[in-house]
Nanobody
Framework: QVQLVESGGGLVQAGGSLRLSCAAS????????MGWYRQAPGKQRELVAI???????NYADSVKGRFTISRDNAKNMVYLQMNTLKPEDTAVYYC????????WGHGTQVTVSP
């Protein structure tokens, strides 16, 4: 089992920044993929960014150049630095872990006001 706990969400004005953190615990494999997904009201959950333990990343086109994903393998932490936030970034952001099985955090709300 893997437990994921997100933090760092909140309310911010358009153009502002937030940093999300996700702490993973439990049966963590040394090689895995972690990432961030988001779900806005009435929409499906979508990929924001993922990162491998080797540091390879992939971003949704909508966040490229504005968001940066990073991780600390020693601490089993993954981060999402979000800059130049837009109202359309408003969503619940979920941390994800994948290795043989997939796990999700409970999510953290990000609200961007116009």
């Amino acid at each position: 089992q893997v437990q994921l706990v997100e933090s760092g969400g909140g309310l911010v004005q358009a153009g502002g920044s937030l940093r999300l953190s996700c702490a993973a615990s439990g049966s963590i494999f040394s090689v895995n993929v972690m990432g961030w997904y988001r779900q806005a009201p009435g929409k499906q959950r979508e990929l924001v960014a993922i990162i491998t333990t080797g540091g390879n990343t992939n971003y949704a086109d909508s966040v490229k150049g504005r968001f940066t994903i990073s991780r600390d393998n020693a601490k089993n932490m993954v981060y999402l630095q979000m800059n130049t936030l837009k109202p359309e970034d408003t969503a619940v952001y979920y941390c994800n872990y994948r290795r043989y099985r997939e796990y999700w955090g409970h999510g953290t709300q990000v609200t961007v006001s116009p």
